[in-house]
């Protein structure tokens, strides 16, 4: 059975860092392409960033610079360290596990909330 568990997500200020993690189970970790999207309420689901199983990573352009994304193949664990955190960037936080056209797996979400 596949599992992927968020944590780390909740309440921080405009300007604030958090850190998310994901842990997976099921799967043959170090061979997914790993990523965090996130959906606000009443807009799409959007990727945030992704990382490739041979550590290549992309972001979206209005994250690039404060968010940074890493694996630890040893802890089948994914990261999401966030900063400068804005209060529109709100929203539920989701890891994703991809390979190939195939296996698609989502985890529950993890909320993040930006407010003073």
């Known amino acids: 059975q596949v599992q992927l568990v968020e944590a780390g997500g909740g309440l921080v200020q405009p300007g604030g860092s958090l850190r998310l993690s994901c842990a997976a189970s099921g799967i043959s970790f170090s061979r997914y392409v790993m990523g965090w999207y996130r959906q606000a309420p009443g807009k799409q689901r959007e990727l945030v960033a992704a990382i490739t199983s041979g550590g290549s990573t992309n972001y979206a352009d209005s994250v690039k610079g404060r968010f940074t994304i890493s694996r630890d193949n040893a802890k089948n664990t994914v990261y999401l360290e966030m900063n400068s955190l804005k209060p529109a960037e709100a929203a539920v936080y989701y890891c994703?596990?991809?390979?190939?056209?195939?296996?698609?797996?989502w985890g529950q979400g993890t909320q993040v909330t930006v407010s003073s």
């Open positions: 994703n596990a991809h390979w190939g056209n195939r296996y698609d797996y």
